[in-house]
């Protein structure tokens, strides 16, 4: 489902209405709406992917007139019999949503393009010829799963064997393969031996390679290995793309980069529980190349992280918005930099700016989920759950903070079960996400499991679970914070 480009004509579920004509239209014939459901229609659709409250439809509809929730419920019921029940959903004790995207997030355009070239056959037996080239088509199809790169086809990958390091600039010539996998398999009686490398073509730098050594059917967990260590590394690359650019002029010093890559590591580890060591790091990174753009904007990310998730001090966040601001100015096309911005702009609730930077990050990388909290913060979940989805199919191995955003998206849709789902897969004892946790199983009516969260929370933490839910995540509209907050009271007691 897609929204409309014009401002007037919204289109959802193969329907197009045209609030300037007055119209609703199926896929091949006009369609009649009574002027109350209709007038309901057009409002759900310029709130389209928004949990619309129903005291805002009853004003809407019927401004000036009391009503009962009946005349809402009629219309709503009058509209899905129209487009189908699914098109308007039922946020219970909320309110009702037009369920389309609110954006359609663009198509992977460029994604980087690998080949997987003819192994070599070191047994020099000709009858191991099949099993050798089946081995590395296999490689082709495992990649291709993902659906993260571009593999290049059998035909034009097999157009070459594995070469030496002065032959890879013709492969990319040739057939403009971005990573280059080769290798070479031995058979030897029942025992097979593997070696594999994977090739940056650019800059002729062996990223990875390994050998292996399996008996019999060992051989197909050797491909699952490989097909996880490839896609591994190239996903990482393309998530992290520009760590090699770092800003508008070439990093000086080798040194800033290694520093950088360790405290970018501490900070995406689940735990975090070094975040100090990584400001250090990034510090250190900033004293040996001063013009590191980058290595501001990671700081000023791990300083607005101080306290977890939007509880920094305004003069803590105020610091982290100089940094980033000097990062931009530094790196200006980094997408690190805008999306690092636009976190700090939400935590200073600041939401037009930090949506602002959002669009840009996406803009100049849109395989970069990492921004879309925004979203769901602007009232906004249905359409943060479309990125982080594309997000997740992107990258396989997605930091665990996706599965944050996509919960809190979930719950503010009223998706309580999923929602709840999402956070034990990413959990870890913090305060903030016990909290999120019980509401979740609070609104589900699981008060057990509700009040274990809560128990959970260690009490020697000057952390209160109805504070952090009122005034903590940083809503723009009061009603979302009263729904995370309403949870938060069931869980309490």
Known sequence: MTTATADQV???????????????????????????AYALLSHLAR??????????LMDVVWPGVYVTEDSLTQSVREIRKVLGEDMVRTI???????????????????????AVVRFRNDSGDPADEAMVDGFAEDLINGVARFGTVTVLARNSSFSFTSFGRAEWPQIRARIGADYLVEGSLRRQGEHVVVAVSLVDIASARQLWGDRYQSQGAGLFAIEREIVEQIVSRLVTRVTNAGLERASRKPVTSLAAYELLLRGFALLRDPAQTDQRGAEALFEAAIAKDPNYGLAYSYLALARSLDGEFGRAN???????????????ALSPDQ??????????????????????????????????????????????????????????RIDPLH????????????????????????LELATRPAPWIRTRLAACYAQMGDMEKARRQIALIDEGVPFSPLDYALRGVPFESQADAEHLAEGVRLALG
């Open 10 to 36: 919204f289109r959802f579920g193969g329907f197009t209405l045209d609030l300037a004509m007055g119209t609703l239209r199926g896929v091949n014939e006009p369609l009649f709406l009574r002027p109350k």
């Open 314 to 328: 305004d003069a803590v966040l105020e610091n982290a918005r100089d940094l980033a601001d000097k990062g931009l």
């Open 92 to 114: 219970s004790k909320r309110g009702y949503m037009l369920a389309a995207e609110a954006e359609a997030a663009p198509e992977i355009s460029s994604q980087p393009i690998v």
């Open 335 to 392: 997408p690190t930099g805008h999306r690092v911005q636009s976190l700090i702009r939400l935590y200073m609730r600041d939401h037009e700016a930090a949506e602002h930077h959002m669009r840009i990050a996406l803009e100049l990388n849109p395989y970069d989920a990492d921004s879309i909290e925004q979203l769901t913060m602007r009232g906004r979940p249905l359409e943060a759950l479309t990125w982080l989805a594309r997000g997740i």
């Open 47 to 56: 709130n389209m992917g928004r949990v619309v409250p129903k005291s805002e």
């Open 399 to 422: 930091p665990h903070w996706y599965q944050f955003d996509r919960a809190l998206a979930l719950y503010m849709m009223g998706e309580y079960r999923q929602a709840a789902e999402a």
